[in-house]
Nanobody, 132 residues
Framework: QIQLMESGGELVQAGGSLRLSCTAS??????????LAWFRQAPGKEREGVAC????????LYTDSVKGRFTISRDNAKNMMYLQMHNLKPEDTAMYYC???????????????????????WGQGTQVTVSS
């Protein structure tokens, strides 16, 4: 099993940058067994997928609204995942969650971050607020 905890969220001005971190604690399992993802949820809106990354870090997927601005990465030696965010916009304001999946990468990739049920493991979230 995997336990996740996010950090790094804060108030930032539009156009600014932030890096979110996700720390994993493993219980009887291997970090490399999991695909990882960032989701976000703004007030009054559904949770949406932002980016995901396969076990090796060599394959990634992004939602269209963050392509070219956000970069997902992972460090398997440290059980860490990151989301580097540049050129932040007010519409990026949300609670950001990291999530983990043991589904095959082909399954995760084919659903295009649309199937939240593929990610049964979640952190508590970190708030990102972008002021205009």
């Amino acid at each position: 099993q995997i336990q996740l905890m996010e950090s790094g969220g804060e108030l930032v001005q539009a156009g600014g940058s932030l890096r979110l971190s996700c720390t994993a604690s493993m219980i009887g399992d291997n970090y490399n067994n999991y695909a990882l993802a960032w989701f976000r949820q703004a007030p009054g809106k559904e949770r949406e997928g932002v980016a995901c990354i396969n076990w090796s870090g060599k394959s990634t997927l992004y939602t269209d609204s963050v392509k070219g601005r956000f970069t997902i990465s992972r460090d398997n030696a440290k059980n860490m995942m990151y989301l580097q965010m540049h050129n932040l916009k007010p519409e990026d304001t949300a609670m950001y969650y990291c999530a983990a999946s043991r589904f095959a990468w082909s399954t995760v990739q084919s659903s295009g971050l649309m199937d939240i049920t593929e990610f049964p493991f979640w952190g508590q979230g970190t708030q990102v607020t972008v002021s205009s």
